[in-house]
Each structure stands twice: as structure tokens, then as C-alpha cells.
């Protein structure tokens, strides 16, 4: 079964106690960040904060990453075996442009488990699309090697990328960035996880937009606030509403395919495969979250 990850939350590498705070906080990923909020003349101290905490003992069923400095800077050969090594989960890539850089970051991973004594294929890669080429590569970034789990979209770096202020992940073309992301990762049979709030202390916004990325088709959102993982979680959760109509339309459907019948209508709508397989998602929604 694939990885749930409601809640992507990205934590200052540099920061001892927002990590801990952050861990107790219970999101499905941690990202330890050892890029953007973390200036360059704390790269190095970051690295050996984020080495430290990854080989620390974490709570069942929560992901630890990193996300490393860009493959393009001169951090990156020494981020890369230093959190492998340190038993990292997953590993999300900045600013990823084309399968090729995912490619490239899949060899030295390999070796790289190799040499620290890691399982072949045990590191995740999450690239995270940040450009416009990267929005328009996100199916063949995607399908770039079997070690890639989902698709990030960091909606901030894209409105630098396109030249436009920080714009809102409702707006114009990150809206449309969005989609494409999720068709993109859907059609390669990944998840895809969807962009910040930079609202965090609105949390009517953050819920809007949660409730929107999940009828897109996300798996998921990135999280800047420990406060988020709960909000998220509900989103993400269906509600025993939901629930109770998955399981009544199973059910019928079962039934009427039992008497040779494949489409049958139920409260004045035409129920058939699709719809079926469609509740059947929302109840493996519900196994994952535990509501089940």
C-alpha cells in the first residue's frame, strides 16, 4: 500500500526545537529542510542538526525526510550521504526541471544506500516542482525512475519563476500549475501533493483550500505549522456521512451485480462501475486515516 501523506510538514533543519515540536505535532512527513530556510552560513550546522534528529527513534508510521539543497549547488554532495546515512525516508528534491535530474539523483542515491548500508530502493524521491518547465515535465519527472512516491508543488518559487509576485494557489496560473501537476502525477500513478497556505494563522483559509486541493485530487498538502496536521487530517479524513454513502453504494452495487445487473439507479442517480470505484477510493481514504 502506498505511503500516506496528508500532511507534508517542512521543519528548519537549524532548529532544534521546532523540529521536536514538530515531530509531536504527528504529520504523516517531516521534512527536515536544509535549503530555503536555512541560510548559507548555517548549511553546515544544519546538516549535522538534521543527521542527529533522523537517527533519532520517531514515532510508527511517520516519514522522515529531507529535502536536500539543489543537485545545482555546492551543498548538495555533502546533504545527500550525510542523510541517507542518517536512516532518512524520503529525500525531496528542489526545483527538480526534467526526468533527467531525477535520474541523475536516482545513481548517486543508489550508490549511495550501497555504501551506507542501506536496502536497495529503501530511499523515497519527492521532487518538488517549483518552474514552469517543471510543471510542463511533471509526467515524465513522475515516471523518472520507480524510487519517485509523489510529485511537491511549491507554488512560491513557481510565481518568482513566472515572474509575478507570490500569487495565490486559487489564482491564474499557479491554479492551473495545480492541475497540471495532479494530472500529471495521477496519469504515472503517483500522488501528488499540493502547495503551501501562507496563511497559517487563518484557519477557514487553510481548511478552503485543503478541501479544494483534495477535490482536485491530491493526496495531500505541504504544511508550514505544526497547528496545520490536525486541520489537514480532518480534510483528508472522510466524514461518517461520506462513509455511511460509500458503503450503501457498494453495497447495492454488489447486490445488483449479484442479479446480472452492471448500472441500476439509487436516490434518483445512475450508479455504474466508475461511480462504484470512486466510493470505493473514499472508503480506502478512510482505512488510511483510521476512521476505519
Known sequence: MARVR?????????DRAALRGALESGPDTLVVDLEDTVTP?????????????????????TERAARVNSPATPYFSDDLPAVIAACADALVIPKVNSAGEI???DDQ???TE??????????RLLPLIETALGVLNAYAIATACPRVD??????VDLSLNLGIREAGIRDGTIFHARCQVVLAARAAGRDAIDALCM???????FRGEAREGQRLGFAGKLLLHPDQVRLVHEVYAPSDGEIAHARRVVQAFDEAAAAGTGMFLLDGRMIDLPVVEAERAVLERARRAGAL
Open 114 to 123: 550501497v555504501d551506507s548500508g542501506r536496502p536497495p530502493g529503501s530511499v
Open 150 to 155: 509523489a510529485l511537491l508543488l511549491g507554488h
Open 199 to 205: 496563511n497559517p494563522t487563518d484557519a477557514d483559509d
Open 103 to 105: 535520474r541523475a539523483v
Open 109 to 111: 542515491v543508489a550508490r
Open 6 to 14: 496528508r500532511s507534508v510538514l517542512f521543519v528548519p533543519g537549524s
Open 41 to 61: 552560513v548555517r548549511k553546515h550546522a544544519a546538516r549535522v542538526l538534521a543527521v542527529a534528529f533522523l537517527g533519532e527513534p520517531a514515532p510508527a508510521g
